[in-house]
């Protein structure tokens, strides 16, 4: 049985309201615990020895129905796996896809360290953040054991990113241990050949490993069932990525498998792999690119928890990238800014006065329209509640109230600040203008609907 609601969890805290975790009361950190915004082991009485059993029932009743599987070390370990639901909607997807690009050790030694230079340097902003790749697969493919060893010690030198040892040959991938096992690298992959040999090495070096049996959930499960029997938990199933023609397959075991896991089936309860790369098998370029990229997609929303791919141009990038971001967002928190009133650039007195939502992807928007158009002036964020412009004025989370509120906070006076006295409001807002003019006693002028036109509409409205 799991617990799901706050009174539950609340009813193995203390129930002191001591506050050493941080929190006012233990009906407060219940709530962040079944959030999964806080641990158990943030309550530091639960850790004493009078809770001790408490804090171990506590821990197994909250545990994800997946299994969640570290790979790495330090600050750029990723987790895996970790979900509790089929359907984003229902919860949210915990611990995003992480994304793993191949390098292979017949490279040339400046090929290798740019390739490597370019996974672990990618970066794109999005919303308030970067959005960077995760992992360094590293392939086999001179079937030399010391080579292969020599390639992994060159890619540790070169990045901390977490690290994926990729062969068939228990013998390849002892020798990338022997460098990399520190590092807790998953290896991949055990298969129904080779399991009894790289269980040895999972069991001897303590790292995760990878599971594969392509289309054959039924080995697969037999597969786990057999590691877990040998004590090994950090476990990661491929059941296989084929593309196009097998892609219906795939497709299918992926949902089976997960939905096992979720309804309890613990031992197939594991993080899932995916390796859109196998297109690369088929056809090569543009091609192989877009249907690498198609596959990333699918399996990013339905269940991968870990992909190797080979395309790092941005084109292939960007749409993994955006939609793995999307999948990722927690829908019951609207993506949101701080409110307040921003410049932008050096604006001075004669700089005009823009009012926006504080729906991030509008804030980050507008702010960069104004910032790559080089138009000095200040930003008035309300909060919206996260709500973008259009809607927040249907209902009612953007008004005159809320502006006026917006500058008193800020402490900007706009009669005081500026020469001119007036602000700007977004063109889907113009319903307000009256409203805020009576409010605020400023002279309300109405920009346009997208921020995209401020340029254009500065020219024809805004006198400098
Ligand atoms: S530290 Fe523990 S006992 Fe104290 S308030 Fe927080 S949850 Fe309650």
Redesign the pocket.
């Known amino acids: 049985m799991k617990i799901n609601s706050p009174l539950q969890a609340y009813e193995y805290?203390?129930?002191?309201?001591?506050?050493?975790?941080g929190?006012p009361?233990?009906m407060a950190?219940a709530s962040h615990l079944i959030d999964r915004s806080m641990k158990a082991e943030e309550?530091?009485?639960?850790l004493g020895e009078e809770y001790n059993d408490n804090y171990n029932t506590l821990a197994d009743l909250l545990a994800p129905e997946i299994r969640e599987v570290v790979i790495g070390t330090g600050d750029h370990a990723i987790t895996i796996g970790g979900d509790d639901v089929l359907y984003r909607h229902k919860l949210t997807f915990f611990n995003k896809t992480a994304f793993a690009y191949d390098v292979w050790d017949t490279m040339s030694e400046e090929e290798l360290v740019k390739r490597v230079n370019d996974i672990q340097n990618y970066k794109k902003f999005y919303i308030g953040e970067f959005l960077t790749l995760d992992a360094v697969a590293i392939r086999c493919t001179s079937g030399d054991a010391d080579q292969f060893a020599q390639t992994t010690a060159k890619v540790m030198e070169t990045t901390e990113l977490p690290l994926l040892l990729c062969s068939l040959d228990p013998e390849v991938l002892g020798a990338g241990l022997a460098v990399a096992a520190d590092r807790k690298p998953l290896i991949y992959a055990a298969t129904t050949e080779n399991w009894r040999d790289v269980a040895e090495l999972a069991l001897t070096h303590n790292v995760p490993v990878a599971l594969s049996a392509p289309n054959d959930p039924d080995a697969l499960k037999s597969l786990a069932l057999t590691f877990a029997s040998a004590g090994i938990t950090d476990l990661v199933l491929d059941p296989g990525t084929f593309p196009t023609d097998g892609l219906r397959d795939s497709f299918e075991n992926f949902l089976k498998i997960r939905r096992a896991g979720i309804d309890g089936q613990t031992d197939i309860a594991y993080p899932l792999m995916a390796v859109p790369m196998t297109v690369w098998e088929r056809s090569d370029g543009i091609s192989a690119a877009y249907w690498e990229s198609v596959l990333a997609s699918i399996f990013t929303v339905r269940y991968g928890d870990i992909m190797i791919m080979h395309s790092i141009e941005p084109y292939s990038l960007l749409p993994e990238l955006h939609i793995r971001d999307t999948v990722y967002t927690d829908p019951r928190k609207p993506v949101m800014v701080d409110a307040g009133v921003f410049e932008v650039g050096s604006p001075d007195r004669k700089s005009p006065v823009f009012i926006t939502a504080n729906f991030a992807l509008t804030y980050y928007t507008v702010e960069s329209d104004l910032a790559s158009n080089d138009i000095d002036c200040y930003l008035g964020v309300v909060d919206t509640d996260g709500i973008g412009v259009e809607a927040a004025v249907a209902g009612g989370q953007l008004n005159a109230a809320k502006i006026k509120d917006m500058f008193d906070s800020a402490g900007f006076d706009v009669q005081e600040k500026t020469d001119h006295g007036a602000v700007i409001l977004p063109g889907l807002a113009a319903r307000l203008q009256g409203d805020v003019e009576d409010e605020t006693g400023l002279t309300v002028m109405i920009g346009p609907p997208d921020s995209g036109q401020i340029p254009r509409w500065m020219e024809s409205k805004w006198e400098s």
């Open positions: 805290l203390p129930k002191t309201n001591c506050g050493d975790c929190e009361t233990c950190f309550c530091p009485p639960l």
